[in-house]
């Protein structure tokens, strides 16, 4: 009797524990020891009252929502975070999101955000970073790489949301004639990886001059490493915008803590880590403001951006001219 009984106190222990687990699925580099989420997991915790904040990785971006699709709602994430604007639509399709919780948030950016399923929680501009000391020719535009002799690495669009919106940059420049521009850039491209911590780290080792990547990634160079030798090459026809979203699971049976994981995403404690871990501008800037050394940031003078379900709407055609393009 007394063996059924503690059997009975542990299984109900155990369900208590699980139900105050929120599982958060996200990207790579957001879980890394030098990334947001363990400055955020224990924030969070601090705050929910004895839950337990669960960050799995999956991958980047784009295969965030390929994971959520496989799983359906047997999936065990309660919130996704790490898809990004270029996603949203296509995610709202899914039917596997709910609204969130959180009543008219006060954002800090560039545009109008005005959606009840997703919220932001960073953003920034896309990018070639290079290295100061080691390329003497940077290009100006798109077409300038394309006509140079610069080696670049970039990312899969299928996968990455860098390289989806690296082939969403040269859509909205080139339209109907991506595809040339993609071929004419082919001998440029040293590789495409799966994700942008692929392909940083290998421009990092010496493998390409530039690597597709941030305005703001010179940030982390310059604030954690004291060096000011990275920079962002700067486009004459605009730099894409990209904007990171999470957004609650609608078969979350933690619904409750899902939104106020939401709530807290836009508070200062979550906000004020992503500028020197997550290397973004934050989408809402703390009290504190932005660190030192954001201001010697490049800020185009052309944003570039496709909104609601225009992205998703282009996506399958730029893909194909993507595929086409640099298989020549």
């Not at 839950?51 to 999956?58: F, P, S």
């Not at 975070?81 to 899914?94: F, Y």
């Not at 030192?292 to 225009?310: I, M, R």
């Not at 709407?313 to 020549?328: T, V």
Request: proline share 4%; hydrophobic share 45%; with cysteine.
């Amino acid at each position: 009797m007394r063996r059924t009984i503690i059997a009975a106190g542990l299984a109900t222990a155990a369900t208590a524990a699980s139900a105050e687990t929120l599982t958060v699925y996200t990207y790579d580099s957001f879980v890394t020891e030098w990334g947001p989420g363990p400055v955020i997991e224990e924030a969070f915790e601090a705050q929910c009252g004895g839950c337990d904040l669960e960050l799995i990785a999956v991958g980047d971006g784009a295969e965030i929502l390929s994971r959520l699709q496989l799983e359906g709602t047997r999936t065990d994430a309660d919130v996704v975070l790490g898809l990004d604007s270029n996603l949203a639509a296509a995610a709202r399709d899914t039917k596997l999101f709910a609204q969130h919780g959180v009543s008219a948030p006060q954002l800090d950016l560039p545009i109008e955000w005005d959606d009840d399923m997703f919220l932001p929680f960073d953003w920034g501009y896309f990018a070639f970073v290079y290295d100061k000391t080691k390329l003497d020719d940077v290009p100006a535009s798109l077409a300038e790489l394309a006509e140079s002799d610069t080696s670049i690495i970039i990312q899969d669009p299928r996968a990455s949301t860098p390289g989806l919106g690296m082939m969403l940059w040269v859509k909205s420049v080139y339209g109907a004639e991506a595809q040339d521009y993609w071929e004419s850039l082919s001998d440029n491209v040293v590789t495409v990886t799966k994700g942008w911590s692929e392909a940083y780290g290998l421009f990092l080792e010496g493998e390409s001059d530039m690597v597709l990547s941030y305005t703001t990634s010179p940030a982390y160079h310059l604030i954690a490493e004291d060096d000011d030798t990275k920079a962002a090459a700067a486009f004459a026809d605009g730099h894409y915008m990209q904007i990171e979203i999470a957004g609650k699971v609608a078969s979350t049976d933690q619904g409750d803590l899902a939104d106020q994981f939401l709530d807290f995403m836009l508070s200062d404690d979550f906000q004020s880590a992503i500028p020197t871990t997550n290397w973004m501008y934050p989408a809402k800037v703390p009290a504190e403001g932005l660190p030192a050394g954001f201001e010697t940031l490049h800020v185009p003078d052309q944003a570039l951006v496709y909104l609601g379900s225009e992205a998703q709407d282009i996506r399958d055609e730029a893909l194909e001219e993507w595929r086409a393009g640099l298989s020549q």
